[in-house]
């Protein structure tokens, strides 16, 4: 990640606007990513669900666990 830079009129503004524009592509994908992978276990059955250790109300976690904390 870029830093904003001091210059002689203060802050380079678009070293600014470059890092707000790669915060959001990074969030975009992160969202994506999450609902990509949320989606996917919330369409396995019950049975595969419990084949695979997972409880249908943990899907949620983890899926942000997947996404946020790895």
């Keep these: 990640m870029t830093t904003a830079t001091l210059t002689n009129t203060g802050f380079n503004f ?8 790669a915060r959001i592509k990074t969030a975009r994908a992160r969202a994506a990513e999450y609902q990509r992978t949320y ?4 369409h396995l059955s ?4 419990d084949d695979i250790g997972v ?6 976690d983890i899926a942000h666990r997947h996404v946020y904390c790895s």
């Excluded at 989606?39 to 919330?42: A, D, F, R, V």
């Excluded at 019950?46 to 669900?49: A, F």
């Excluded at 409880?55 to 949620?60: K, L, M, P, T, V």
């Design 14 to 21: 678009g070293t600014r606007i470059a890092d707000m524009i």
């Design 39 to 42: 989606s996917e276990l919330q």
């Design 46 to 49: 019950n049975r595969e669900l």
């Design 55 to 60: 409880r249908r109300c943990d899907i949620a």
